[in-house]
């Protein structure tokens, strides 16, 4: 049975585990602060590998920022990390096979292999939290681009220069309108300035009108990425994970995009792991690469 | 050198034409009035195939509607064919291999395989006519989805219910605005209700003010577009073909949606194959198909 140790890189923690080819944890996960410096993470890796070396078949890792299509660098912004971060040799960090890969397509990979898109060979892994990500499946293969940044949710879905995205800087944004960012911003705009998509949520459990408005606004603005994510792609599944996932009316929202699409029909659902899918997913990638070397 | 039959079936007209591994017609091109049935059309196939049977190693046909992943059938929507014509056996047309593809994923492959997109492993190649198409190149693949009717290019990208989109009968679509069908809207709504298209082009060279800002309106949106495309497929190309692409201000463009987007620059280009890219694409999909068996 392969057996890999696999991280978890955030901006605040850093979580790790060993995982098995089932998708398994082998231990309990392990969850450090991330270190203040690029060398103090690289350090952190490198001993938790070195400690583990006799146990495992290689190392693992989910973190932000695009990754080349080989998986052993980053090729572009990683968010909050450590400056210098991006530098880092990650097949060096261990004697051991290492595979990186960026957490969106991470956590899209073991939707894809053990969870809500298990079976199909099209798929689009939505993650709707503070921002919005997405891991690709064309064809049983993830969708990587010239340099591994494919699967960005940002695309102009309205015009008038309404907000501003966080991510991309560019106004009238998809991610700005259905991530739980944009849910925010609409709790301000229906509900006065102080509200916060908690309030949303709360009201919309009270049967209050403006919490209503603010979150059919968030779920129109979803149905209109997904209607995209449709025609272009021809999935048979959409999978939403992250934090908002669980707010979401799937029929209601499912209904709504399927009778605007050009494509055949799409299943839209709700992910099966929740925060360890990207370990899951970047232990999987691993193991296939390791398994298809053999 | 392998040699095949190759098929343009347009709502009225059909043109064909021998082509060769290289993509050079071996004989002029010949068009003819698309028949009236669907039996008239498998039989005018069916009859020009059988002559020309010694000479050929298969039958390739560039189609309108979405094909299946075996390329032997439609899947969906053919628009002005006649009726009947989506239940086509392809396949029973010659007892040589036979191949159909969506035109819009043929004249994608002719670009990816010997024009603008040579050499590329991810591109898109959208098709700006009467309404936009795209064959879309996935590492080194064409993608084609669940159902074969990936790539079509609807989608909201604005709100406020403007205008209607012929293609997917949806408000705000990208289709409506960065089509030919959308620069003749611009048209009626900038420079007066018997405008069209050909007076914005004539009055872009006179430098007429309504003219700039009709034809302004439908480059923003068509950029809008392309931003879509690089963050979500970060492909090396975007090739623009179709009766609109010679009028796109390319560096304007290019520079605008480059600009805008977080995955890595992407090169904007014109076709090279015009009004035969369908015929060359799916005669090379059939050609590299035949040499993979063999």
Redesign the interface.
Known sequence: MTKVLSFDIGGTKIAYAMIDEGGNFLNEIIKVSTPKTAAGVVELLKTTAKGLEDKIDGVAISTAG?VDQEGTRI???TGNLPEGYNQTDFVALSTKPVLVENDANSAGWAEFSLGAAKG???AVILTLGTGVGAG?I??G?L?????????????????GNKRICN????PDCFESFASGTGLNTNAHEYMGAEATSYDVIRGLRESDHQARAAFDKWQDYLT?GL??LA??????VIVLSGSMAKFVEYDKVSTAANA?????PFVLKEAVFENNAGMIGAALLLIDKLKHKS
Chains 1, 2 share one sequence.
């Not at 025609?231 to 048979?236: A, G, K, R, S």
């Not at 605007?260 to 055949?264: A, D, F, Y």
């Open positions: 695009a090729t572009s912004y199909c060979r099209n690709i064309v064809d293969h969708l990587k681009g010239k340099s591994g940044a494919a699967g960005e949710m940002h695309f102009p879905i309205d015009s991510g991309c800087g560019q209109k209607i995209m025609n272009i792609f021809d999935p048979e605007k699409i050009l494509t055949q």
